[in-house]
Nanobody, 131 residues
């Protein structure tokens, strides 16, 4: 059984930092992709960052342009865990953050950004940024 369990969310003041963790079990996703998405109230789930692997480009990180520089995705293969480091947080970053994984191969940048590109999802962790 595949499980993705997020942790690290919470309440933080604007300008602060958080590190979200996603521990995977049942699959390693080493040859596929893992990503972070977020969903604010009344909005659709949106891509935040992802790590993919493909035959032609190897391992790559992908980011939403608007978050690049503030958010960083990383992975500890030994722990089968992916992280999202978030800094200079803003109230508009408030959302439920979801971890996702897929064993599909040869993810390109477009597929990495799609909700439909992932097969497994965590339960989400709430991040609230106060003014």
């Amino acid at each position: 059984q595949v499980q993705l369990v997020e942790s690290g969310g919470g309440l933080v003041q604007a300008g602060g930092s958080l590190r979200l963790s996603c521990a995977a079990s049942g699959r390693t996703f080493s040859g596929g992709a893992m990503g972070w998405f977020r969903q604010a109230p009344g909005k659709e789930r949106e891509f935040v960052a992802g790590i993919t692997w493909s035959t032609w480009s190897g391992r790559r990180n992908h980011y939403v342009d608007s978050l690049k520089g503030r958010f960083t995705i990383s992975r500890d293969i030994a722990k089968n865990t992916v992280y999202l480091h978030m800094s200079s947080l803003k109230p508009e970053d408030t959302a439920v953050y979801y971890c996702a994984g897929s064993e599909g191969s040869n993810f390109d940048d477009l597929r990495a950004r799609l909700v439909s590109g992932y097969d497994y999802w965590g339960q989400g962790t709430q991040v609230t940024v106060s003014t």
